[in-house]
């Protein structure tokens, strides 16, 4: 039997760094759980995306990973050695915060569709619907791997993965692998794999090498220029795309070993390997797509808010208000989508929410 399981004001759609921020602010402003709002997640287990990094993904490696309201994340940490996997101290973290917090995530509970019912939402899931005033919803980007369609694809002989499918750079040694991609997972794998076999470096823009740190100003100033692409409804850049490539130690390693070396954009595949528009080809085994992800917003799609060009309009003080559906709003999304833009944005959005609905006391 397909139940209703809770009739409740906010259903916050994700438990990961954007999802539990939301929660945490959703509590403060006086909603009970259950009756005022309910938190699902489709893992099994706490820790948003973090839980399938690869594992060579270490505290050392990741950019930063801010705090969540209330509770510092290195207070959660036992063991201080950089070499820590983010796959594990970062799902630890968010046990930790959960409990203290006493936030109850129901999972695995997978959400399907939104739709709307009666002038509420219906939210089906894998275990049954839920019905809500309105929606916060946090399900990240990990979900929705992006590959670009190049000619050949189907007929190529080796492995295509995509850096969601990366686990240890061991699986290739003995093979000629191109890594496709300009961002730091792309620079990052290129160098964990180089050391073991042989690679190719393909980026259709020349990277963008910064030296020195990256300054709080020129921080904003990215996170601004997605804002307002989002705010007209475009569809979001990435904050990291923005912000170039900071030349570390393993950068000036991978420069002396002379795998940095980057090749423009091939033009196609073929049975065994990749051919450039000038005609050149080159045999590979393997052709790792670095190439990012989008917004896994799927679920949303009956209530209709993209635009033509797959944006959505977005409105409201950080931008996570749908501008057609006040009562959705989307955060870890566009400017947002970092541990610390999902963090204000699950401030912003419940203020917001909860005042629009009327739901507080
Ligand atoms: P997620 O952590 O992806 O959480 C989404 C949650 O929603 C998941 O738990 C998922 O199970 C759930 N979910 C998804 N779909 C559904 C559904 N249909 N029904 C129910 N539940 C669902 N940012 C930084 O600030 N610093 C870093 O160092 C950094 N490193 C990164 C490294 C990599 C390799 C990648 C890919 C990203 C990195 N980021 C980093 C960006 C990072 O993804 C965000 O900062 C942030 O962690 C995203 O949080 P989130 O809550 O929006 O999403």
Redesign the pocket.
Same mark, same amino acid.
């Given at each position: 039997e397909y139940k209703l399981l809770y009739k409740t004001g906010i259903v916050v759609?994700?438990?990961?760094?954007? +999802?539990?921020?939301s929660a945490y602010h959703l509590k403060k402003l006086g909603l009970v759980q259950g009756r005022g709002f309910v938190v699902?997640? !489709?893992?099994a287990q706490p @820790? @948003?995306?973090? !839980?399938y990094?690869?594992p060579s993904?270490t505290l050392s490696t $990741?950019?930063?990973?801010?705090d969540l309201p209330g509770l510092a994340f290195s207070d959660t940490v036992n063991d201080n050695s950089p070499q820590v996997q983010?796959n594990i101290a $970062?799902p630890h973290y968010f046990e930790v915060y959960e409990r203290t917090f006493d936030i109850t995530v129901y999972?695995?509970? +997978? $959400? =399907?569709v939104v739709c709307e019912r009666d002038g509420r939402f219906r939210v089906e /899931?894998d275990r049954g619907f839920f019905s809500a005033q309105g929606i916060i919803n946090? /399900? +990240? /980007?990990?979900?929705a791997p992006y590959i670009p369609e190049y000619p050949g694809a189907d007929l190529f002989k080796g492995r295509q993965l995509h850096? =969601?499918d990366y686990q240890t750079a061991d699986a290739f040694a003995g093979k000629h692998v191109v890594i496709v991609g300009g961002g730091?997972?792309a620079v990052q794998l290129l160098d964990e794999i180089s050391q073991v076999t042989t690679t190719t470096w393909v980026t259709r823009r020349p990277p963008l090498f910064r030296e020195g740190s990256f300054s709080e100003e020129e921080g904003r100033a990215a996170v601004a220029a997605v804002e307002e692409r989002v705010r007209k409804g475009l569809p979001p850049a990435s904050v990291?795309s923005v912000t170039g490539l900071p030349v570390t130690p393993a950068i000036e390693a991978m420069k002396a070993r002379g795998v940095l070396e980057r090749h423009e954009m091939f033009s196609e595949i073929t049975e065994h390997g990749i051919r450039w528009a000038d005609g050149r080809e080159m045999n590979a085994d393997v052709i790792l797509w670095c190439t +990012?992800?989008r917004s896994?917003l799927?679920?949303l799609m009956p209530l209709m808010l993209r635009e033509e060009n797959g944006g959505i309009v977005m409105t409201g003080r950080l931008a996570t208000m749908v501008a057609k559906e006040p009562r959705i709003h989307l $955060?870890?999304?566009g400017p947002?989508?970092?541990?610390?833009?999902?963090n204000r944005a699950g401030r912003a959005a419940a203020t917001e929410l909860t005042e629009y609905l009327g739901l507080r006391d």
């Amino acid at each position: 039997e397909y139940k209703l399981l809770y009739k409740t004001g906010i259903v916050v759609i994700g438990a990961g760094q954007a +999802g539990l921020s939301s929660a945490y602010h959703l509590k403060k402003l006086g909603l009970v759980q259950g009756r005022g709002f309910v938190v699902l997640d !489709q893992s099994a287990q706490p @820790g @948003g995306a973090w !839980q399938y990094r690869w594992p060579s993904l270490t505290l050392s490696t $990741v950019n930063r990973i801010h705090d969540l309201p209330g509770l510092a994340f290195s207070d959660t940490v036992n063991d201080n050695s950089p070499q820590v996997q983010a796959n594990i101290a $970062v799902p630890h973290y968010f046990e930790v915060y959960e409990r203290t917090f006493d936030i109850t995530v129901y999972r695995p509970v +997978g $959400v =399907k569709v939104v739709c709307e019912r009666d002038g509420r939402f219906r939210v089906e /899931t894998d275990r049954g619907f839920f019905s809500a005033q309105g929606i916060i919803n946090a /399900t +990240g /980007t990990w979900e929705a791997p992006y590959i670009p369609e190049y000619p050949g694809a189907d007929l190529f002989k080796g492995r295509q993965l995509h850096t =969601k499918d990366y686990q240890t750079a061991d699986a290739f040694a003995g093979k000629h692998v191109v890594i496709v991609g300009g961002g730091i997972s792309a620079v990052q794998l290129l160098d964990e794999i180089s050391q073991v076999t042989t690679t190719t470096w393909v980026t259709r823009r020349p990277p963008l090498f910064r030296e020195g740190s990256f300054s709080e100003e020129e921080g904003r100033a990215a996170v601004a220029a997605v804002e307002e692409r989002v705010r007209k409804g475009l569809p979001p850049a990435s904050v990291v795309s923005v912000t170039g490539l900071p030349v570390t130690p393993a950068i000036e390693a991978m420069k002396a070993r002379g795998v940095l070396e980057r090749h423009e954009m091939f033009s196609e595949i073929t049975e065994h390997g990749i051919r450039w528009a000038d005609g050149r080809e080159m045999n590979a085994d393997v052709i790792l797509w670095c190439t +990012g992800f989008r917004s896994s917003l799927d679920h949303l799609m009956p209530l209709m808010l993209r635009e033509e060009n797959g944006g959505i309009v977005m409105t409201g003080r950080l931008a996570t208000m749908v501008a057609k559906e006040p009562r959705i709003h989307l $955060v870890g999304y566009g400017p947002s989508a970092s541990t610390i833009g999902a963090n204000r944005a699950g401030r912003a959005a419940a203020t917001e929410l909860t005042e629009y609905l009327g739901l507080r006391d």
